[in-house]
């Protein structure tokens, strides 16, 4: 069956630049998580969605991060104003049930951010 | 804060020996999982531990969880080349204020990358 999927894969961004980032996770996981990996480092936890709720949000680095997934599905994460930190890999993940931390989390290929 | 250590960060192996990566918590876990990253690739979920003392074997791969839960490691016998790689730790802990399905994060851990030479 069809896995998590991200997209754009790649996105190379102007220092100042809003992108968004798009999350398809596996049909009827109701959990997902957005993760930044910069280059030779784990995972960084970013946000954690229950259905359509925002649970825990404590790893957006500022204000200029939003994250939202409206319907319950479909998540994506915008970055505002971007800055060469925010240069990393952004990965999504979904598990398929309420139980964040015991469930098995099935990643997306990520998308790369490359900021000028 | 809540902290997952792994060692050693980095390892080369000629194919054929063993590897062992090590993950330490300064906290008890509820659980903890190992995932496994190939260059360019994604995590992907190896194994979760939950018992005290628990030790799961897949293949060539052994994983422990130590008798305190604050430890755990992953052993593989023998390497070939498809084991190159970086192996992740992540540690499940309870966190307070609890809300309904969110009373656990996972917390990772470095990772340890290996090599093998062919």
């Known amino acids: 069956g069809a896995g998590v999927s991200q997209s754009p894969r790649y996105k190379v961004a102007k220092r100042g630049q809003d992108v968004a980032l798009r999350c398809d996770p596996i049909?009827?996981?109701?959990?997902l998580f957005w993760y930044q990996q910069a280059l030779g480092q784990g995972p960084e936890f970013l946000t954690y969605f229950q259905n359509e709720a925002q649970l825990d949000k404590s790893g957006l680095p500022s204000d200029r991060f939003f994250a939202e997934r409206p319907e319950g599905s479909v998540s994506t994460l915008k970055i505002q104003r971007t800055q060469q930190e925010d240069s990393a890999v952004y990965l999504c993940?979904?598990?398929?049930?309420?139980?964040?931390?015991?469930?098995?989390?099935?990643f997306g290929p990520g998308t790369r951010l490359t900021v000028l | 804060g809540q902290q997952v250590m792994q060692i050693p960060q980095y390892q080369h192996v000629q194919e054929g020996e063993d590897f062992t990566t090590y993950c330490n918590s300064s906290?008890?876990?509820?659980?903890i999982q190992w995932y496994k990253q190939r260059p360019g690739g994604h995590p992907v979920f190896l194994i979760q531990?939950?018992?005290s003392g628990e030790v799961k074997k897949q293949k060539r791969l052994t994983f422990q969880f130590g008798e305190a839960k604050k430890n755990s490691s992953l052993h593989i016998t023998a390497t070939q080349t498809t084991d190159v790689g970086t192996y992740f730790c992540?540690?499940?802990?309870?966190?307070?204020?609890?809300?309904?399905?969110?009373?656990?994060?996972?917390?990772w851990g470095l990772g340890t990358s290996l090599g093998v030479n062919p």
């Open positions: 993940a979904s598990s398929p049930r309420l139980l964040a931390g015991r469930d098995t989390q099935y």
């Open positions: 531990l939950v018992k």
């Open positions: 049909s009827g996981h109701v959990s």
């Open positions: 906290t008890t876990l509820s659980n």
């Open positions: 992540a540690g499940s802990l309870r966190v307070l204020p609890s809300n309904a399905g969110n009373n656990r994060k996972l917390i």
